[in-house]
């Protein structure tokens, strides 16, 4: 897990004021934890991060390290004379599998990732747990990895992985990810391979001689993989790795999955 930053957003505009920035419905925190991006006005990523309720009544926003001053800078550039107040917490993220503690919750992208807590020292008994294994085996992009400033949020599987809500009103980035949306189908995307041998991240996928997308993520020789999907058909190679993908039938395929 890349290192985590713990933010607190307090004041009487708080929710309104996230309701009309992020991808997914700030209501739903009634319901619990709840995973949700930040767009460009042109509907690219700029960062994703977890959303609870503090006992106080605050919003705590889990966001990866190496994107919290942007978010917190962009944040401060949205809220004008908005009553919200953003600060550092000093938390640390805590998490594990099985039945989440009394203070944690449940991984609101998918079960399989298990819980998280946040508490006012680090962790030291994640028991070996391979993450990066879980995120291959379920399909999870990794803030910096699979989700870069080039990444679109449907194509990183965000609706997959309840980090988008298509009935809320207006969000910066919302046009664009509505109309992909309403695509028959993605031309690229994430999506799970098999992998024999190893490659660096980001290592260019061959169909032939042809570009067929990027090799990311690895593990148990699985691996996450940005794909044209028009050009994954057969053996890819990336560097000296050999690369497969089939689609959900079992078969190579040449298109994406329907959105």
Not at 13 to 42: C, H, W
Request: some cysteine; glycine content about 12%; hydrophobic content about 35%.
């Amino acid at each position: 897990m890349t290192h985590r930053r713990i933010l607190r957003l307090s004041g009487k505009d708080t929710r309104e004021f996230l309701q009309g920035l992020i991808t997914n419905d700030i209501d739903k925190l009634a319901q619990g934890a709840v995973y949700a991006a930040l767009l460009s006005p042109q509907g690219k990523y700029m960062a994703d991060f977890l959303i609870t309720e503090a006992p106080d009544g605050s919003i705590l926003l889990d966001v990866a390290e190496s994107h919290g001053d942007m978010l917190v800078q962009r944040l401060s550039l949205y809220k004008l004379r908005a009553d919200v107040q953003i600060e550092e917490t000093g938390l640390h993220v805590h998490r594990g599998l099985g039945k989440a503690p009394t203070d944690g919750f449940p991984d609101p992208r998918t079960p399989e990732m298990g819980w998280r807590a946040y508490r006012d020292a680090p962790q030291t008994d994640d028991a070996g747990i391979d993450w990066d294994a879980l995120r291959v085996a379920h399909l999870v992009p990794e803030t910096g990895v699979e989700l870069t400033p080039d990444t679109f949020v449907l194509e990183a599987g965000f609706d997959r992985l309840n980090g988008v809500d298509f009935r809320k009103g207006c969000y910066v980035g919302q046009e664009v990810t509505a109309r992909m949306r309403h695509k028959t189908t993605l031309r690229k995307g994430l999506a799970q391979v098999d992998v024999k041998g190893e490659a660096p991240v980001g290592t260019d996928l061959l169909a032939g001689e042809k570009p067929a997308g990027t090799l990311l993520t690895q593990a148990g020789g699985k691996g996450i993989a940005y794909l044209r999907f028009d050009r994954a058909k057969g053996p890819m190679t990336a560097g000296d790795a050999q690369v497969t993908w089939k689609d959900a039938d079992g078969e190579s395929s040449d298109q994406g999955e329907s959105t």
